[in-house]
Each structure stands twice: as structure tokens, then as C-alpha cells.
């Protein structure tokens, strides 16, 4: 026989569903959100050690270590792992990936998903990174190192600066994650250029150009990674300018006032032209 409940029981039954169901949803997010702040400190970890890796500073393996195999075994091992991570990089961040990918991963943790994989990437490039050694420049004035030097600072100081002015927050999936904890709607940021983004389109590439290049020695080694990671980038950007062109319509007038990465640039290229025009 089938059990009859009362109204009163009926109701409270559901009542103890419907509690159930919250509990679940409720522990759901916050799951999303520690998961989301481990990527963070996860990605922010290992920025650091990229930047000890690059500058031969304090950590134990670096781009310019002893060499430990043959130039072409290393140059192969190497370029391997530069490849690894730009694919990573770029293919993830394609808009009809993130459809995609946001099938299996909630939309919440997708962008703390994807710089947790950025940086497992860097983490396999520190980790299996074959030095070649040999010296293509070593400056020996001390004037000249500190230059190069504070061009190293500045780079990072630049790429650290401009993901605060664009949202670092949105940038490294905290404010995705911050929202669905309050049961808010994401909303992507509009279309902004602030300080830097009014002089250049890219300072955080800018940031990353004056990084990998500023050095007082520059090795074999170090020379392959600023020849590779700079091709990406202009590669790179060729990719993230396509997806903004189609998310935000003002981008396409923004690209022809604004250089992508050397200051005033354009401006003096087209002075000419408009002179000739006057």
C-alpha cells in the first residue's frame, strides 16, 4: 500500500527537498569559488617564478642554468615547450572553444580553468627547460647593466599595472567567481582605455617585450625564448584583436587612432599624409 501523508507532511516533505536542493547549490558555488581562488593563487605563484626564471633570480632553475644535453636536443626540447604553451594560450582563448569547453566546466570557472592550465604550461616549460648556454651579448658597464636591469623591472611593473587597468579581478577569474557566490549575473566589462590603452592597444605585450629582452646577457638560450615568445605575440595579437573587433564595434576605430605597441607610432606616420591633405 502506498504510504498517505498528510498536507502538513506533504508539505514539510517538500520543504526538506527544497532545503536539500539549496544546500547542494549553495555548496556547489562555494566549491566553484575555492576552486577559483586556488587557480588564482596557483597562477599568481607561478607569474612570480617567471619572472626569477627569465631573470636568473632566486629560484633554482632558470632560463640561463648549466647545460645539461646537446644544443640540438635542447633547441628541440625547448621549442616544444614554447609551442605547448602558445597553443594552450591561444586555443583556449578562442571564443568557439569557450563554447565549447563551458559544456563541461561551469561558465563561472572557466576563465580560472583556463589560467590554470596557462599555468601547468609554464610550470612543464620550468620544470623540463633545456639551457644551451653561449653568450650573444654581455654587457659589462655598470651603467649598462642597470639599464637593462630597470628595463626588466619596468617590463613586469608594466605587465602587472595594466591587468589592474583593465580588471585584473575579471582578467584572472575572481570577479567570475565572486558573482556566482552571490548568485549574481556575469556581465563582461565594456569597452575601456584607460591610461596606458590610450598611448598603446597592448601594454601588458609591451610589458612582456621589455621583460624578455632586457638583460645584460643574453644567452643562446635566452635569445631562442625572446625570438619565440615575441613571434607569439605578434601572433597573439593578431588572434585577440579579431575577437575584439567582433565582441566591441568601437575597437576598429580605436585600432586606427591608437598604435599596437610603439608609442605614437601612427601618429607620425599619418602626418605627412595629413599635411598633404591640408
Same mark, same amino acid.
Given at each position: 500500500?502506498?504510504?498517505?501523508?498528510?498536507?502538513?507532511?506533504?508539505? %514539510?516533505? +517538500?520543504?526538506?527537498? !527544497?532545503?536539500?536542493?539549496?544546500?547542494?547549490?549553495?555548496? #556547489? /558555488? $562555494?566549491?566553484i569559488?575555492?576552486?577559483?581562488?586556488?587557480?588564482?593563487?596557483?597562477?599568481?605563484?607561478?607569474?612570480?617564478?617567471a619572472?626569477?626564471?627569465?631573470?636568473?633570480?632566486?629560484v633554482?632553475?632558470?632560463?640561463?642554468?648549466?647545460?645539461?644535453?646537446?644544443?640540438?636536443?635542447?633547441?628541440?626540447?625547448?621549442a616544444?615547450? %614554447?609551442? +605547448?604553451?602558445?597553443? !594552450?594560450?591561444?586555443?583556449?582563448?578562442?571564443?568557439?572553444? #569557450? /563554447? $565549447?569547453?563551458?559544456?563541461?566546466?561551469?561558465?563561472?570557472?572557466?576563465?580560472?580553468?583556463?589560467?590554470?592550465?596557462?599555468?601547468?604550461?609554464?610550470?612543464?616549460?620550468?620544470?623540463?627547460?633545456?639551457?644551451?648556454?653561449?653568450?650573444?651579448?654581455?654587457?659589462?658597464?655598470?651603467?649598462?647593466?642597470?639599464?637593462?636591469?630597470?628595463?626588466?623591472?619596468?617590463?613586469?611593473?608594466?605587465?602587472?599595472?595594466?591587468?589592474?587597468?583593465?580588471?585584473?579581478f575579471?582578467?584572472?577569474?575572481?570577479?567570475q567567481?565572486?558573482?556566482?557566490?552571490?548568485?549574481?549575473?556575469?556581465?563582461?566589462l565594456?569597452?575601456?582605455?584607460?591610461?596606458?590603452?590610450?598611448?598603446?592597444?597592448?601594454?601588458?605585450?609591451?610589458?612582456?617585450?621589455?621583460?624578455?629582452?632586457?638583460?645584460?646577457?643574453?644567452?643562446?638560450?635566452?635569445?631562442v625564448?625572446?625570438?619565440?615568445?615575441?613571434?607569439?605575440?605578434?601572433?597573439?595579437?593578431?588572434?585577440?584583436?579579431?575577437?575584439?573587433?567582433?565582441?566591441?564595434?568601437?575597437?576598429?576605430?580605436?585600432?586606427?587612432r591608437?598604435?599596437?605597441?610603439?608609442?605614437?607610432?601612427?601618429?607620425?606616420?599619418?602626418?605627412?599624409?595629413?599635411?598633404?591633405?591640408?
Amino acid at each position: 500500500m502506498e504510504a498517505v501523508y498528510s498536507p502538513f507532511e506533504a508539505a %514539510l516533505n +517538500l520543504s526538506l527537498r !527544497q532545503c536539500h536542493k539549496t544546500d547542494e547549490a549553495l555548496m #556547489k /558555488r $562555494w566549491l566553484i569559488f575555492f576552486y577559483g581562488v586556488a587557480c588564482y593563487a596557483i597562477a599568481f605563484l607561478t607569474l612570480l617564478y617567471a619572472i626569477g626564471f627569465v631573470g636568473n633570480l632566486w629560484v633554482p632553475k632558470s632560463i640561463d642554468s648549466a647545460p645539461r644535453v646537446t644544443t640540438g636536443l635542447a633547441l628541440l626540447i625547448d621549442a616544444v615547450l %614554447l609551442a +605547448l604553451f602558445a597553443i !594552450q594560450h591561444s586555443v583556449m582563448a578562442r571564443p568557439a572553444f #569557450k /563554447r $565549447w569547453w563551458t559544456r563541461i566546466v561551469p561558465k563561472a570557472a572557466e576563465r580560472s580553468t583556463y589560467i590554470l592550465f596557462a599555468a601547468i604550461a609554464l610550470i612543464i616549460m620550468f620544470v623540463y627547460w633545456e639551457p644551451v648556454g653561449g653568450s650573444v651579448w654581455d654587457v659589462q658597464s655598470p651603467v649598462g647593466r642597470d639599464v637593462l636591469y630597470g628595463g626588466f623591472a619596468f617590463g613586469w611593473f608594466l605587465v602587472f599595472l595594466s591587468t589592474f587597468l583593465i580588471n585584473h579581478f575579471d582578467l584572472f577569474g575572481l570577479r567570475q567567481i565572486w558573482l556566482q557566490l552571490h548568485r549574481k549575473q556575469y556581465e563582461p566589462l565594456p569597452f575601456k582605455t584607460p591610461m596606458l590603452y590610450r598611448v598603446v592597444r597592448h601594454p601588458l605585450y609591451v610589458g612582456l617585450l621589455f621583460a624578455f629582452w632586457s638583460t645584460p646577457t643574453m644567452t643562446v638560450t635566452h635569445l631562442v625564448f625572446a625570438i619565440a615568445t615575441t613571434v607569439y605575440i605578434l601572433i597573439a595579437i593578431q588572434l585577440e584583436e579579431h575577437d575584439l573587433l567582433t565582441e566591441h564595434h568601437e575597437y576598429a576605430e580605436y585600432r586606427k587612432r591608437v598604435p599596437m605597441l610603439v608609442p605614437f607610432l601612427k601618429r607620425r606616420r599619418e602626418s605627412p599624409r595629413q599635411a598633404i591633405r591640408l
